[in-house]
């Protein structure tokens, strides 16, 4: 029983023992834990709160950037599909309206030529009968200026009453006088010449049959009158280009075949 009861005490004693040392050990460990904290310049558990923090606030702004970009890339490809199907809806309408103006054009255009054959017509009607009123047959007289010696060539003197009587006056003192549709004054030009003849060169054009021939003796003008110079044309020179420019001037009309042939009577003989 003693011998138990000591044991006991012994027990007590050994475990008391090994209390004290543990108790030294763990204050012997403080100090170290403090040194280690006032080395920390702020709490752990602060600094990964704020990392934390920020990480999540990073990635709320990222979210939303990523969102933003997901919308501008829907808004760029509806606007891209909004603009084909403008353009295309632009071609359709420009066909539309490109037919539409050749149609209206076209009908515009056939009754404009209906129009203008129809005045063309009238027009050659009433020009040929101010031609018929005026006489299919016309005779004009020129009168030539007086060169080198004209002492055996009469006085000439057109009636101020009417253009187309002239009076002559012999050397020999006989009067008389003659007349004509037009008697054409020496101080008249080639082109005025030629505008009292283009009314049947239009009438040519339209056509009918027309003549136009000079008569008179050796040296009267005639060759003046009908070809005259190189820098002052006559007659027929002038016709041709009327008949050129009026077949121009028709040409999208009128198809014209234009030929010529001249041709010389001297002294009743063809040369």
């Known amino acids: 029983m003693k011998l138990k009861v000591a044991l006991t005490e012994a027990h007590k004693s050994i475990r008391l023992s090994q209390l004290t040392e543990d108790d030294e050990d763990y204050e012997s460990d403080i100090p170290s834990s403090e040194d280690r904290f006032r080395v920390s310049p702020r709490p752990i558990g602060d600094v990964n709160y704020r990392e934390l923090a920020r990480t999540m606030k990073d990635d709320g702004h990222l979210k939303k950037l990523k969102r933003l970009s997901d919308d501008l890339k829907r ?12 353009k295309e ?45 005026n006489g299919n047959i016309r005779v004009f007289y020129r009168i030539r200026p007086q060169l080198g010696d004209t002492k055996e060539s009469p006085a000439v003197v057109i009636d101020e009453m009417d253009n187309g009587v002239v009076h002559l006056a012999h050397p020999s003192g006989r009067k008389s006088s003659e007349g004509a549709d037009f008697v054409i004054p020496m101080a008249y030009t080639q082109e005025q010449i030629f505008s009292k003849v283009s009314p049947i060169i239009t009438s040519c054009i339209d056509g009918y049959n027309v003549c136009l021939f ?8 005639k060759t003046y009158t009908m070809e005259g110079p190189e820098t002052n044309p006559g007659i027929n020179q002038r016709a ?15 198809d014209y075949e234009i030929n010529v042939s001249m041709m010389e009577i001297y002294n009743e003989k063809i040369r």
């Not at 490109?98 to 515009?108: C, I, V």
């Not at 000079?214 to 003008?221: D, E, K, L, M, N």
């Open 89 to 133: 809806a632009f071609s359709v309408c420009m066909g539309e309206v490109r037919m539409m103006l050749e149609s209206k054009t076209a009908d515009f255009f056939r009754v404009l030529i209906g129009r203008y054959c129809s005045e063309m017509q009238k027009r050659k009607q009433l020009h040929n009968q101010l031609v018929e009123i």
């Open 240 to 254: 041709i280009m009327q008949l050129f420019e009026a077949a121009d001037g028709r040409n999208e009309d009128i």
């Open 214 to 221: 000079a008569y008179g003796h050796t040296g009267s003008g």
């Open 75 to 86: 808004e760029k490809d509806e606007l891209r599909r909004l603009a084909m199907d403008t």
